[in-house]
C-alpha cells in the first residue's frame, strides 16, 4: 500500500481540524443551552421569594406577576429587544465565529466609533436564525427575564396588573436591551478602554450592572412613583413593618435562585471548554456563603436576633456583588465582597425606608440596586490579572486599582453612571405615560381587600384559607397592625 502523499495528509489534517472545531463549538453550543435553563428556573425561585415576602391577600397577583412577565419578556426580546442588544455584536468567537449579527447603530466622535445599539436580528427571521443566534437569543433572553423580574418585587401589593404587563414589554424591548449592547453587544461603554484608555472598557461579566443595577434602578423609580403600601408609613413618618406571610417560600425561593445562579455566572464564559468555568462557580458560591454569614453577624448585632428575611436577602446581595467579578478575582476577595455586599443589603434596606421613605416590599432596591453596584465598582478595584487577556480589544488581562489599574475603577464608574441616567430616565418616562393611559397603581379599596379577587379573578389561597378579612389601613379606627392586614381569616391547615 503506497504512502499517502503530502496533499493527502494535508487534507486529513484539515478534516481532523474542522471536526475538532465543529465538536467543541457542539459543546459550547450545549453549555449555553444547560446555563440558560438555570437562569430560567431562576423565575420560580423569584416567584417563591417575592410571594413569601408579600402578604397572603395577594398571593395569587404576586406570583401572577412572576409567572407572566416571562412570556411577556420573551416575545418583547423576540421581537425588537435581541436586535437592538445583540444585533452588531460581530462574529460570536466561541459559537464558530458566527458573524450574523453584524450591524450596529454608531456615531463618529473624533475619528472614534460608539456603539449605539444593534440593528440585526428582529424576530429572528429565517437569515438570522442560526444555531449560533439561537442559543445566544435563549441565554440573553433568560438574563433580560431576571431583569424585568426585579421590579415586580418592589412594586408588589400595589401595582395595577395592566400596567405591569405594558411596563414590562418596555424593559424588555427598550430599557434592557439598549444599556446591554454598550456593555456586552459592542457598544460604547465596551470600547471606553481602546477608544479612551480606561482599562478594558466598562466590564460586568455576568450582569451586575446590566441586569441587577438596571432591575434596581427600575425598581427605585417604579416604588417612588407608586409610593408606599396603605399602613407601610405612620403620620410621623416612621416605619411599620408590614411582614411577609410565608418564611418557607422565601427559603426555598432564596436557594433556587443560589442554584440557578451557577447559570449565570458560569454560563457567561459562554464556552464551555473554557476551563475558568470552576473558579466562576466558586467564587459565585464562596461570595453567596460570605453575604448570608455576615448579614447575619451584623443583623443579630444591630436588632438583637437574627432576620431571616435579612439573612436570605444577605446571600443574594452576595450574589448580585460577585456577578460582575466572578472570573476576574481570587477567593479571598470573592469572600470580601461577599460579605460587604450582606452588610450593605441591610443598611441599604433600612435607608430606603427610613432616610428615603420609599416601600420595597422585598428589599429589591438594596439587594439588586446597591449591590450591583458595589459588584461593579469591586470588578475594578480586586481584579487581580488572572484572567481577561485581549476582552474588548485590550491587550493584556484586566487589573483593578488594587493591581495597578485605576482607568479600570474610571471605566466601571462611568457605566454606573450611564445606568442610572438612561434607566432612570426611560422608566421613568414609560410608567408617567402608562400612569395616564390605564393608571399605575390599584385603588384603595382592592389594596385594602387584596389584589387577587380585583385583579386576578381569584384567591392564591381560596381552597385552604376561606374569605378573606376586610381590613383597614393601620392608624384608622378599627385597623389591625399592619402585620396582621390581610392574613386569612382561617390558617390553612
Given at each position: 500500500?503506497?504512502?499517502?502523499?503530502l496533499?493527502?495528509?494535508?487534507?486529513?489534517?484539515?478534516d481532523?481540524q474542522?471536526a475538532l472545531?465543529?465538536t467543541?463549538?457542539?459543546?459550547?453550543l450545549?453549555w449555553?443551552l444547560?446555563?440558560?435553563?438555570l437562569?430560567?428556573?431562576?423565575?420560580?425561585?423569584?416567584a417563591?421569594?417575592?410571594?413569601?415576602?408579600?402578604r397572603?391577600k395577594?398571593?395569587?397577583?404576586?406570583?401572577?406577576m412572576?409567572?407572566l412577565?416571562?412570556?411577556?419578556?420573551?416575545?418583547?426580546?423576540?421581537?425588537?429587544?435581541?436586535?437592538?442588544?445583540?444585533?452588531?455584536?460581530?462574529?460570536?468567537?466561541?459559537?464558530?465565529?458566527?458573524?450574523t449579527l453584524?450591524?450596529?447603530?454608531?456615531?463618529?466622535?473624533?475619528?472614534k466609533?460608539?456603539?449605539?445599539?444593534?440593528?440585526?436580528?428582529?424576530?429572528?427571521t429565517p437569515?438570522?436564525?442560526?444555531?449560533a443566534?439561537a442559543?445566544?437569543f435563549?441565554?440573553?433572553?433568560?438574563?433580560?427575564?431576571?431583569?424585568?423580574?426585579i421590579?415586580?418585587?418592589?412594586?408588589a401589593?400595589?401595582?395595577?396588573?395592566?400596567?405591569?404587563?405594558l411596563?414590562s414589554?418596555?424593559?424588555?424591548?427598550v430599557?434592557?436591551?439598549?444599556?446591554?449592547?454598550?456593555?456586552?453587544g459592542?457598544?460604547w461603554?465596551?470600547?471606553?478602554?481602546?477608544h479612551?484608555?480606561?482599562?478594558?472598557?466598562?466590564v460586568?461579566f455576568?450582569?451586575?450592572s446590566?441586569?441587577h443595577?438596571?432591575?434596581?434602578?427600575?425598581?427605585?423609580?417604579?416604588?417612588?412613583m407608586l409610593?408606599?403600601?396603605?399602613?407601610?408609613?405612620?403620620?410621623?413618618?416612621?416605619?411599620?413593618?408590614?411582614?411577609?406571610?410565608s418564611i418557607?417560600?422565601?427559603?426555598t425561593?432564596?436557594f433556587?435562585?443560589?442554584?440557578?445562579?451557577?447559570?449565570?455566572?458560569?454560563?457567561?464564559?459562554?464556552?464551555?471548554?473554557?476551563?475558568?468555568?470552576?473558579i466562576?462557580a466558586?467564587?459565585?458560591?464562596?461570595?453567596s456563603a460570605?453575604g448570608?454569614?455576615?448579614?447575619y453577624?451584623?443583623?443579630?448585632?444591630r436588632?438583637?436576633?437574627?432576620?431571616?428575611?435579612?439573612l436570605?436577602n444577605g446571600?443574594l446581595?452576595?450574589?448580585?456583588?460577585?456577578?460582575?467579578?466572578c472570573?476576574?478575582?481570587?477567593?479571598?476577595?470573592?469572600?470580601?465582597?461577599?460579605?460587604?455586599a450582606?452588610?450593605?443589603?441591610?443598611?441599604g434596606?433600612v435607608f430606603?425606608?427610613?432616610?428615603l421613605?420609599?416601600?420595597?416590599?422585598?428589599g429589591a432596591?438594596?439587594?439588586h440596586g446597591?449591590?450591583g453596584?458595589?459588584?461593579v465598582?469591586?470588578?475594578g478595584?480586586?481584579?487581580?490579572?488572572?484572567?481577561?487577556?485581549?476582552?474588548?480589544?485590550?491587550?493584556?488581562p484586566?487589573?483593578?486599582?488594587?493591581?495597578?489599574?485605576?482607568?479600570?475603577?474610571?471605566?466601571q464608574?462611568?457605566?454606573l453612571?450611564?445606568?442610572?441616567?438612561?434607566?432612570?430616565?426611560v422608566?421613568?418616562?414609560?410608567?408617567?405615560?402608562?400612569?395616564?393611559?390605564?393608571?399605575?397603581?390599584?385603588?384603595e379599596?382592592v389594596e385594602?381587600?387584596?389584589?387577587?379577587?380585583?385583579?386576578?379573578g381569584?384567591e392564591g389561597?381560596a381552597a385552604?384559607?376561606?374569605?378573606?378579612?376586610?381590613a383597614?389601613p393601620a392608624?384608622?379606627p378599627?385597623?389591625?397592625?399592619?402585620?396582621?392586614v390581610?392574613?386569612?381569616?382561617?390558617?390553612?391547615p
Amino acid at each position: 500500500m503506497a504512502d499517502p502523499t503530502l496533499a493527502e495528509l494535508t487534507r486529513q489534517l484539515a478534516d481532523t481540524q474542522h471536526a475538532l472545531a465543529h465538536t467543541q463549538t457542539a459543546l459550547n453550543l450545549v453549555w449555553i443551552l444547560i446555563a440558560a435553563f438555570l437562569v430560567m428556573f431562576m423565575q420560580a425561585g423569584f416567584a417563591l421569594l417575592e410571594t413569601g415576602l408579600t402578604r397572603a391577600k395577594n398571593v395569587a397577583h404576586t406570583m401572577g406577576m412572576n409567572y407572566l412577565v416571562y412570556a411577556i419578556g420573551i416575545l418583547g426580546f423576540w421581537s425588537v429587544g435581541f436586535a437592538f442588544q445583540m444585533g452588531g455584536v460581530g462574529a460570536l468567537a466561541t459559537l464558530g465565529g458566527d458573524a450574523t449579527l453584524s450591524r450596529e447603530l454608531a456615531v463618529t466622535i473624533d475619528g472614534k466609533e460608539l456603539g449605539l445599539l444593534g440593528l440585526k436580528g428582529f424576530f429572528l427571521t429565517p437569515e438570522c436564525f442560526t444555531p449560533a443566534v439561537a442559543a445566544m437569543f435563549l441565554f440573553q433572553m433568560a438574563f433580560m427575564d431576571t431583569t424585568a423580574t426585579i421590579p415586580t418585587g418592589a412594586m408588589a401589593e400595589r401595582w395595577k396588573f395592566t400596567s405591569f404587563v405594558l411596563f414590562s414589554f418596555v424593559i424588555s424591548t427598550v430599557i434592557y436591551p439598549v444599556y446591554a449592547n454598550w456593555v456586552w453587544g459592542g457598544g460604547w461603554l465596551s470600547a471606553l478602554g481602546r477608544h479612551f484608555g480606561l482599562g478594558h472598557g466598562h466590564v460586568d461579566f455576568a450582569g451586575s450592572s446590566v441586569v441587577h443595577l438596571t432591575g434596581g434602578t427600575v425598581a427605585l423609580v417604579g416604588a417612588r412613583m407608586l409610593g408606599p403600601r396603605l399602613g407601610k408609613f405612620g403620620p410621623d413618618g416612621s416605619v411599620r413593618p408590614i411582614p411577609g406571610h410565608s418564611i418557607p417560600l422565601l427559603v426555598t425561593g432564596t436557594f433556587i435562585l443560589a442554584f440557578g445562579w451557577f447559570g449565570f455566572n458560569a454560563g457567561s464564559t459562554l464556552a464551555g471548554t473554557d476551563v475558568r468555568i470552576s473558579i466562576v462557580a466558586t467564587n459565585t458560591m464562596l461570595a453567596s456563603a460570605a453575604g448570608a454569614f455576615s448579614s447575619y453577624l451584623y443583623v443579630s448585632r444591630r436588632f438583637g436576633k437574627p432576620d431571616v428575611t435579612m439573612l436570605c436577602n444577605g446571600m443574594l446581595a452576595g450574589l448580585v456583588a460577585i456577578t460582575a467579578s466572578c472570573a476576574f478575582v481570587a477567593a479571598p476577595a470573592a469572600i470580601a465582597i461577599g460579605a460587604i455586599a450582606g452588610v450593605l443589603v441591610v443598611w441599604g434596606a433600612v435607608f430606603v425606608e427610613t432616610r428615603l421613605k420609599i416601600d420595597d416590599p422585598v428589599g429589591a432596591i438594596a439587594v439588586h440596586g446597591m449591590n450591583g453596584t458595589w459588584g461593579v465598582l469591586a470588578l475594578g478595584l480586586f481584579a487581580d490579572g488572572t484572567y481577561g487577556h485581549g476582552l474588548n480589544g485590550v491587550a493584556g488581562p484586566v487589573r483593578g486599582l488594587l493591581y495597578g489599574d485605576a482607568r479600570q475603577l474610571a471605566a466601571q464608574c462611568v457605566g454606573l453612571a450611564a445606568n442610572v441616567l438612561y434607566v432612570g430616565a426611560v422608566a421613568t418616562a414609560a410608567l408617567r405615560t402608562i400612569d395616564k393611559l390605564v393608571g399605575n397603581r390599584v385603588s384603595e379599596e382592592v389594596e385594602l381587600t387584596g389584589l387577587d379577587e380585583p385583579e386576578m379573578g381569584m384567591e392564591g389561597y381560596a381552597a385552604a384559607a376561606g374569605p378573606y378579612r376586610p381590613a383597614e389601613p393601620a392608624g384608622l379606627p378599627g385597623a389591625e397592625p399592619p402585620d396582621l392586614v390581610g392574613v386569612p381569616a382561617e390558617t390553612p391547615p
